[in-house]
């Protein structure tokens, strides 16, 4: 029998909507209409003309027989479309797909076959990699080229340009709200440590609450203005587009990450807040002070992917911006835990503040749970800053799982946590801290590299016989892939031939930057031990 | 069949955790456990403090029987006890009602058997209404006492003691989040325009996402100093106990409201925000200028109810006060709308700006659908400031329904609406303003009164044969009851007599403040015309 508090008080459309971010596009269209929502070049678009270049989008989207949960892909850098893309393709009832342009033909091939993409739009500085992996595919799917008047380089390949595509469109398009908050919004490959890149799925309900829950966590006021230093293709921007929609802030787009550019557009549109890398901290912190001089307001700056050295961390002070070190995972809809600063720690010494702000921290405001764990027992290790255990996550901003992959999701979510597969101490004070990147992961220049895709390419060179890849430290990209390669019996190689291969068979960036020819150590069971050649690989930075 | 985006991608404890505002209460006692979470004469309590004695207090609760959605109720006013409440019933899986600390024994009576209450929590000053109640019920509760040091009248009609409570209960209870977001966490009576009050519920999904949405609408930091001017009987205090808890925000309690309080607690603690009713503003503004002396930061007041008037709004600007005006009703969980303010609009001249604040405005973040509609066909009103409709409200925030009354509920929810009774237009710019209150209720010092309770009662004099209340405007408790009534045949009656009367069977506040006799106007049909009487009501006043 019901209970006297669920008779006669069931769900109804009056007191019962999906949450999506869409609510929050729809919400400042119409309370800000005039408010500027982005501004590119001499671009300059409001949330009112946001809105309806969103629903004209999904209108022609439709209109070009978009199905219900079907796939847009997009490979494309940070410009006005790719944040149209964000609401745009889930108001005509599709998924999302960012493409990582820093990929391959082959790889972004196997994504559009894996996603059975519907539509792809693409730049002209992609279109001979979009060209070549379209020539791989079976059922093509409809070309949209985004002719961007700032990249005028490279082809146009599609079957019709983007504004063109928009016009098709109604701009009155009766949109709908998920019927399910649960129903995908889209789509994010990761490089695991499995071979293939596995398809992370995010949800309507997931992703309105972690773009609120950044909004929470960073403080965010009304009115950000937010400059596109991080990838919208990475991890739809951190959800940051959506978060811009709830606070009705303005995304300043930006196509390429350099120091100049980054300067001038804080200058220029009085930019409060990004995110980045820590490459691009690094990169800003050593810019030229030319380029520094008269920016006269604060600018908060959101980091992840690994701690800011304190060096940094200095220099960025000095220039009135305020780091602030989140921690993520695809899987978790980018940031879901944070380093939530103390009042009382800006009065210790920089040293000390680095050291802080180095640990990954505490759950974001809506993830519920955030635990260091033996992942066999799966009990909590001791809050000891000493124990080790691998950071699991669980809660509202943990994926939906990977697509057409239930063992590997079962796998990943098993025990009712999201494993990360980073190794961590937990703090007495409940921050947790990162010891051991996850054993076969590389994050080069904020990009995973997975060491046994690299490893597989290794083992593809007839003249090897084992290989292992691990992360090498590096001043510039945090990390590079170090290969330790036993060749045959009796067979010769160098260094520089073995890179060359890799790079025939690799994105550049994923190819080793140190190789060391010898035997590999191994566990007594025949296990390679990776530890072992992570120590040998740093001692050659020494 | 299941779409790929379907398809072994279900909920599963990693990736759904059902929302309720108590994982913000564990999450800021782990994060800022050292942080001040309640202030209140010479108690101060942290966050971890607030959720060590939460969990005592949801302890004792089971120890005591309390069964899964069991309701406890509460007659406090704003102390510590009353903040705990909010979190620790809904941990022992029961429902909080907070009982209105103005209403007399018949209403508490009636409130206590509707509800089915198993425990009640009460002060020292309610004794006597508390003690009259109880001797009405068949089935009467476990009596708690919270003894409080401020207030040593009256007295202790309980079992036991809230501190001793509290003992009994287990620090370290393992309490859960409910299993279904949509579970009831709370129970407000509302006056309504029929006789009895109407039991809102409340469910944790809708409490989470407002207490966020008090947060996003108001800009609040981490860490705010709030002040309970606000009764947390009204509406769970618009849901700011739960805001607080999710940004770590301190409660500086307060008994009584009065000015000289209000300004002492604004100096010591740097109170930054705070809500009231109209009467409390006004309160506020009219102040000895030597109790506001020294204060020098600025305050947030958030105000509902009715729109603030120029002159307090000016003298509330002299202050550095910055007054927000929202709007919502029981129903809403409290605030659900607001008049979401424009940079532009602080260049205007006061009288300008009174009226565009005096407008209820936009839908919160987190409310979905908000319109001003002909409640017969459903159809939106034009948007020109001119044409009359009904505000009606869809979303999150919208209450679960009334507890055992499901006719009610339809019909307050009929369309897949709200109907909130207001009667408004709506703006070209998408702000909604009221133009007249719903037809039946007086908001009298920040309390709904209910015409036809009021009615009721003047009909139940032996010399009386019609009756009918309206609001009349009152400088000090913004309305008024308003009484016309024609006598019987050959009778005479005092004005003072029928006040007597009234005062004797109803809440003194209740009581008409002035009478009227004579004849009704009534339409052809023979409905009495209140429009009629409040034109003549507020002629009184000229």
Redesign the interface.
């Known amino acids: 029998m019901k209970?006297?508090?669920?008779?006669?008080?069931d769900?109804?459309?009056?007191?019962?909507?999906p949450?999506s971010p869409l609510?929050?596009l729809r919400?400042s269209a119409?309370?800000?209409p005039q408010h500027p929502s982005v501004v590119y070049g001499d671009i300059r678009f409001t949330w009112s003309e946001t809105y309806l270049r969103c629903r004209q989008f999904a209108s022609a989207l439709q209109q070009n027989g978009l199905g219900?949960?079907e796939t847009v892909a997009v490979m494309l850098p940070n410009v006005p479309a790719m944040c149209e893309a964000q609401f745009a393709v889930a108001m005509a009832g599709g998924?999302l797909n960012t493409l990582n342009i820093r990929l391959n033909a082959d790889s972004i091939a196997f994504m559009l076959k894996h996603a059975?993409a519907k539509v792809i739009l693409t730049d002209r500085e992609f279109s001979g990699v979009i060209r070549e992996a379209l020539q791989q595919l079976d059922q093509p799917p409809l070309v949209i080229d985004v002719d961007d008047p700032v990249y005028q380089a490279g082809a146009l390949i599609g079957e019709i340009e983007y504004e063109e595509f928009l016009k098709q469109g109604d701009a009155d398009f009766d949109w709908q709200?998920p019927d399910n908050e649960?129903?995908?919004i889209s789509?994010n490959y990761t490089s695991g440590t499995t071979g293939d890149p596995k398809g992370v799925?995010y949800h309507h309900r997931?992703a309105y609450l972690n773009a609120?829950s950044n909004?929470?966590f960073w403080?965010m006021?009304?009115h950000p203005v937010y400059l596109w230093t991080l990838p919208m293709f990475h991890c739809n921007g951190w959800c940051f587009p959506w978060t811009l929609a709830?606070?009705a802030g303005t995304s300043v787009c930006l196509r390429k990450v350099q120091s100049d550019l980054i300067y001038q557009a804080i200058q220029q549109h009085r930019v409060d807040h990004l995110c980045g890398a820590p490459i691009v901290l690094n990169m800003m912190a050593h810019a030229d002070s030319a380029l520094t001089e008269g920016i006269d307001h604060q600018v908060k700056v959101m980091t992840a992917g690994a701690a800011p050295p304190a060096a940094v961390l200095e220099a960025m002070q000095k220039l009135n911006f305020e780091v602030t070190h989140a921690y993520g995972l695809t899987e978790t809809y980018g940031p879901a835990a944070g380093c939530?600063w103390?009042h009382e720690w800006s009065e210790l010494d920089m040293q000390k503040q680095a050291e802080l702000k180095s640990r990954q921290g505490?759950?974001y405001?809506m993830l519920?749970?955030l635990m260091v764990a033996d992942p066999d027992t799966m009990q909590p290790v001791e809050k000891d800053g000493e124990s080790m255990g691998e950071i699991m996550?669980?809660?509202?901003i943990?994926?939906?799982?990977y697509?057409?992959?239930?063992s590997t999701?079962e796998l990943a979510?098993h025990?009712?946590?999201?494993h990360s597969g980073d190794l961590a101490v937990w703090h007495d004070d409940?921050y947790i801290q990162i010891k051991d990147r996850s054993k076969d992961i590389i994050i080069s220049g904020g990009e995973n590299i997975s060491s046994i895709e690299v490893e597989g390419v290794l083992y593809r060179h007839p003249q090897v016989m084992e290989a292992a890849v691990v992360a090498l430290d590096d001043e510039k990209w945090g990390e590079t892939p170090c290969a330790f390669v036993t060749l045959k019996d009796g067979e010769d190689l160098s260094v520089e031939a073995l890179i060359e291969f890799c790079r025939e068979h690799l994105e550049h960036f994923k190819a080793p930057k140190a190789v060391v020819f010898g035997p590999l150590p191994k566990t007594s069971t025949g296990k390679i031990q990776k530890f072992r050649l992570r120590e040998q690989a740093n001692r050659l930075n020494d």
């Not at 697509?403 to 239930?406: A, C, D, R, T, V």
């Open positions: 209970s006297m508090y669920e008779a006669g008080l769900q109804n459309p009056a007191n019962y909507t949450l609510s929050f919400r119409m309370v800000y219900p949960g998924v059975e709200l649960w129903n995908a789509l799925v997931g609120v909004s929470l403080n006021p009304q709830a606070m939530a103390k505490v759950p405001p519920e749970g996550f669980r809660g509202n943990v994926m939906k799982g697509l057409k992959n239930p999701t979510l025990g009712g946590w999201f409940g």
